[in-house]
């Protein structure tokens, strides 16, 4: 059986590292989305456009 304290930890550890996840995706499709209008353009410079 593990003790509270760890479980709690490990809880606390997962809670952040899923909030700053969803906080890195979220910013990187606002980036993606300006990118790609941009990118209409011709001013695109998001790696994933650099080839078009």
Same mark, same amino acid.
């Given at each position: 059986?593990? %003790?509270?304290?760890? *479980?709690?930890?490990?809880? @606390? !550890? $997962?809670?952040?590292?899923?909030? %700053?996840?969803?906080? *890195?995706?979220?910013?990187? @499709? !606002? $980036?993606?989305?300006?990118?790609?209008?941009?990118?209409?353009?011709?001013?695109?410079?998001?790696?994933?456009?650099?080839?078009?």
């Amino acid at each position: 059986m593990i %003790s509270e304290q760890t *479980f709690f930890d490990f809880l @606390f !550890i $997962n809670s952040t590292f899923f909030l %700053s996840t969803l906080l *890195f995706i979220h910013h990187e @499709f !606002i $980036n993606l989305d300006g990118n790609i209008k941009k990118a209409g353009r011709g001013e695109g410079n998001s790696l994933t456009y650099t080839n078009h």
